[in-house]
């Protein structure tokens, strides 16, 4: 391959990775986390019972007088394994999400695609919070740490 050929290919790559950043929700000066983030972690005391369809979901909200959480993510997400394996592995976090809402986990390549442009998301990870009845309560676009995430949930639960 000739000099002016690698270039072009190390050009393409290097497109590549920035486009799948910004599609997953990175912005400047965001780190990238490390592969080897991504390991499972052990489970905690807290199991989360994540729901995985819409329907189901918003009858249990609405038995249970919850609000629904919905975390729309992609395989191939960075950030959403980050979310994944990090924040929703956090006990703060676990004990929040089981004792506040009702979480429904949506592929936006496989169930959630519909409803993902249905409901504005034009980046991954994005949670979205709603009242039982469907009523959109709050959002959270990209990556937040433990900490940052349950600050925001509780701005979002104490709305009303």
Known sequence: M?????????????LTVIGSLTACGAGPG????AT??????????THLNWEKSWDTA?????????????SFQAEWCVWCKKLETTTFRDNAVMSLIADSVVPLT????????ELSDQHGVESLPTVLVFSPEGEE???????LSPA???????QILTQG
């Open 36 to 45: 080897s983030s991504f390991e499972p972690v052990s489970s905690h005391a």
């Open 2 to 14: 000739t000099t002016c050929g690698r270039k072009t290919s190390v050009v393409i790559v290097a």
């Open 137 to 143: 309560r709050g959002r959270i676009d990209g990556y």
């Open 148 to 154: 940052q995430f349950v600050k925001a949930m509780n």
């Open 58 to 70: 918003f009858t249990r909200a609405r038995t249970e007088g919850k609000p629904v959480l919905v």
């Open 106 to 113: 949506l592929d936006v390549d496989n169930a959630g695609r």
């Open 30 to 33: 965001d780190e990238v986390p």
